[in-house]
């Protein structure tokens, strides 16, 4: 007698493999799921298990992700870091609770709308610096300080923060700045006026000083 199991099957003789489910009642009415994900977002900060919200905003040099902690923005992140990445790494250094949450950043992205329309000459937002620690979080500082349509070289950032012979550091605290466009580290430069480097490529470096020259 063979006694080994055989897959269960109803009257019908249907299998598992065989069922079809009709689309129009699994179909989902537009903007359900996006209700859902706000509702989500809405209760899980009302909560406190809410660490990380963020969003994406459009702009001229493309898309950008701008992330917020209880404490304040804490990153501004280029298309071309990676998305994806960057939240990866928020979660790792920060915190696994991290929810797309377009309501807590809206000031936010209102803010930076604002800038790039040449409406606005500075930000006005609680920063959240704990992506940067010891003498780049020195010179983050600093960048704050350099007027709408002004520049300093890496060397005049350098001396600014008392370490004159940094020149160096300047440079590779102004390309890891989890900040860029609200935290202006675009506007320094080679002591030679040349570019130098920047987190989001020299065309969005060149394109944000021409915003800043032609609306100052």
């Known amino acids: 007698m063979n006694t080994s199991a055989q897959p269960l099957r109803s009257s019908t003789g249907l299998g598992p493999v065989d069922l079809v489910i009709p689309p129009e009642l699994v179909r989902i009415e537009p903007g359900v799921l996006g209700r859902l994900h706000t509702g989500l977002a809405e209760r899980a900060s009302r909560e406190g298990v809410l660490d990380v919200a963020y969003r994406v905003v459009e702009t001229p040099v493309g898309k950008l992700l701008i992330a917020a902690t209880e404490r304040g923005l804490v990153r501004v992140a280029y298309e071309r870091e990676?998305?994806?990445?960057?939240?990866?790494?928020?979660?790792?250094?920060?915190?696994p609770r991290i929810l797309e949450a377009p309501s807590r950043l809206a000031e936010a992205?209102?803010?930076?709308?604002?800038?790039?329309?040449?409406?606005?000459?500075g930000f006005d937002l609680p920063i959240d610096l704990s992506l940067a620690a010891g003498f780049r979080r020195t010179v983050l500082q600093h960048l704050s300080e350099i007027g709408y349509g002004h520049t300093e070289s890496y060397a005049e950032v350098a001396r600014a923060v008392g370490n004159p012979r940094a020149v160096r550091a300047v440079g590779t605290a102004c390309a890891t700045n989890p900040l860029?466009?609200?935290?202006?580290?675009?506007?320094?430069?080679?002591?030679?006026g040349s570019l130098g480097g920047y987190i989001g490529g020299l065309d969005a470096k060149s394109s944000l000083l021409q915003l800043e020259a032609v609306a100052a």
Do not use: I, N, T, W
């Open 82 to 95: 990676g998305h994806e990445a960057v939240l990866a790494v928020l979660a790792e250094r920060l915190s």
């Open 109 to 121: 992205a209102r803010q930076v709308e604002e800038y790039f329309s040449g409406r606005r000459k």
């Open 180 to 192: 860029p466009v609200v935290v202006p580290c675009h506007r320094v430069l080679r002591s030679d």
